[in-house]
């Protein structure tokens, strides 16, 4: 019954932006922390930023200072603001949700940055 649905992917030139929704379907993520993952083909899967209940933010090196993760617990929503895309970008992002007892996955969003 727990969906996160995704949205926002798509083509975009190195130098562009993407903003990323991922929307809950229910509020059980509300006290837990949310973020983004991406995989790019023949590469392990690696955590982008991540947001706890509080509002505390984490990024990997390679996107600090181009991407804002945010949340919205009124709409049950986490963002992934993308700036000054680069090609090594080009993945495929997950957004996941911490709930009481599992952790939930998005559907997957292609991002490719290419020109």
């Known amino acids: 019954q727990v969906q996160l649905v995704e949205s926002g992917g798509g083509l975009v030139q190195p130098g562009g932006s993407l903003r990323l929704s991922c929307a809950a379907s229910g509020s059980i993520f509300s006290s837990g922390a949310m973020g983004w993952y991406r995989q790019a083909p023949g590469k392990q899967r690696e955590l982008v930023a991540a947001i706890t209940s509080g509002g505390t933010t984490n990024y990997a090196d390679s996107v600090k200072g181009r991407f804002t993760i945010s949340r919205d617990n009124a709409k049950n929503t986490v963002y992934l603001q993308m700036n000054s895309l680069k090609p090594e970008d080009t993945a495929v992002y997950y957004c996941?949700?911490?709930?009481?007892?599992?952790?939930?996955w998005g559907q997957g969003t292609q991002v490719t940055v290419s020109s």
């Open positions: 996941y949700g911490r709930g009481p007892w599992a952790t939930y």
